[in-house]
C-alpha cells in the first residue's frame, strides 16, 4: 500500500505514519501536489561484523593528531 500525505498533515500523524512504515507500506510527504520525502524503515545489516578484519588495511601518519598550522586555517601560504 503507497500512502501520500501533506506536510502539515504528516506532522500530526507522524506515529501512525512510522507503524505504517515499519509494517512495509510506503508513505510517501508531500506539499500540494510535489513529493517531498519517502518514509521508511532503517534496513538492519544482515552481515555480522568481524573484528580485525581490514587490520593493517588502513595507515595514518605518525603526526595525524599534532595541530593544523596557521597556514591551513587562515588560507594563506
Known amino acids: 500500500m503507497t500512502k501520500t500525505i501533506d506536510v502539515r498533515d504528516a506532522q500530526a500523524q507522524l506515529p501512525e505514519l512510522l507503524t505504517l512504515a515499519l509494517e512495509g507500506n510506503e508513505?510517501?510527504?508531500s506539499e500540494g501536489n510535489k513529493p517531498l520525502a519517502r518514509l521508511v524503515p532503517v534496513a538492519a545489516s544482515k552481515r555480522k561484523r568481524i573484528?580485525?578484519?581490514?587490520?593493517g588495511a588502513i595507515r595514518m601518519s605518525d603526526d595525524f593528531d599534532e595541530p593544523l598550522p596557521d597556514e591551513f586555517w587562515t588560507g594563506t601560504e
Open 27 to 29: 508513505v510517501i510527504i
Open 51 to 55: 573484528a580485525g578484519l581490514n587490520r
